[in-house]
């Protein structure tokens, strides 16, 4: 089943790329945390741990932090991210992508309603929205994701 296509943002992660999701996604089969800007950073943590030990045993699969800053907050671009790459431990800096662009209408077509939660989306490389979750990491969202990746493997 597929909720709906992901829109296409662009950004830069913080290893300085630029890049276009979900144009540029490498694998088969993406997911996507994408904290909103009053998410604990240890909820981040936990999901982000997760994600590293699922990509390290499933090679189709790859996962991206997608930050998203009000357009307003441009200016200020150098500053955020060199604070970002200061606090980021053992990850890959290509994987945390920040966003500048208008939010409400990002939320608008996402469905994002929590502005202090964090959702997950496990997405294909055409864009599909397969499988979404919100919150705080617990073992049942983790095998619903799991159960979700094995339902897609098929089509690989």
């Given at each position: 089943?597929?909720?709906?296509?992901?829109?296409?943002?662009?950004?830069?992660?913080?290893?300085?790329l630029?890049?276009?999701?979900?144009?540029?996604?490498?694998?088969?089969?993406?997911?996507?945390?994408?904290?909103?800007?009053?998410?604990?950073?240890?909820?981040?943590?936990?999901?982000?741990?997760?994600?590293?030990?699922?990509?390290?045993?499933?090679?189709?699969?790859?996962?991206?932090?997608?930050?998203?800053?009000?357009?307003?907050?441009?200016?200020?671009?150098?500053?955020?991210?060199a604070?970002?790459?200061?606090?980021?431990?053992?990850?890959?800096?290509?994987k945390?992508?920040h966003?500048?662009?208008?939010l409400t209408?990002?939320?608008?077509?996402?469905?994002?309603?929590?502005?202090?939660?964090?959702?997950i989306?496990l997405?294909?490389?055409?864009?599909?929205?397969?499988w979404?979750?919100?919150?705080?990491?617990d073992?049942?969202?983790?095998?619903?994701?799991?159960?979700?990746?094995?339902?897609?493997?098929?089509?690989f």
């Amino acid at each position: 089943m597929v909720y709906a296509k992901f829109p296409e943002i662009s950004g830069k992660s913080l290893n300085k790329l630029p890049i276009t999701l979900p144009n540029d996604f490498k694998r088969k089969l993406n997911i996507l945390i994408l904290p909103c800007s009053k998410v604990n950073k240890l909820i981040l943590e936990r999901w982000a741990s997760f994600m590293d030990t699922l990509i390290s045993d499933i090679s189709f699969l790859d996962y991206y932090q997608i930050n998203i800053f009000n357009k307003k907050l441009k200016v200020l671009r150098r500053y955020i991210e060199a604070r970002a790459r200061r606090s980021i431990l053992n990850r890959n800096l290509e994987k945390v992508i920040h966003i500048y662009q208008e939010l409400t209408v990002l939320k608008k077509i996402l469905d994002l309603k929590d502005h202090k939660s964090i959702y997950i989306f496990l997405i294909n490389n055409k864009g599909d929205i397969l499988w979404r979750t919100e919150g705080r990491y617990d073992l049942e969202k983790a095998q619903l994701l799991k159960q979700k990746i094995i339902e897609h493997m098929s089509e690989f």
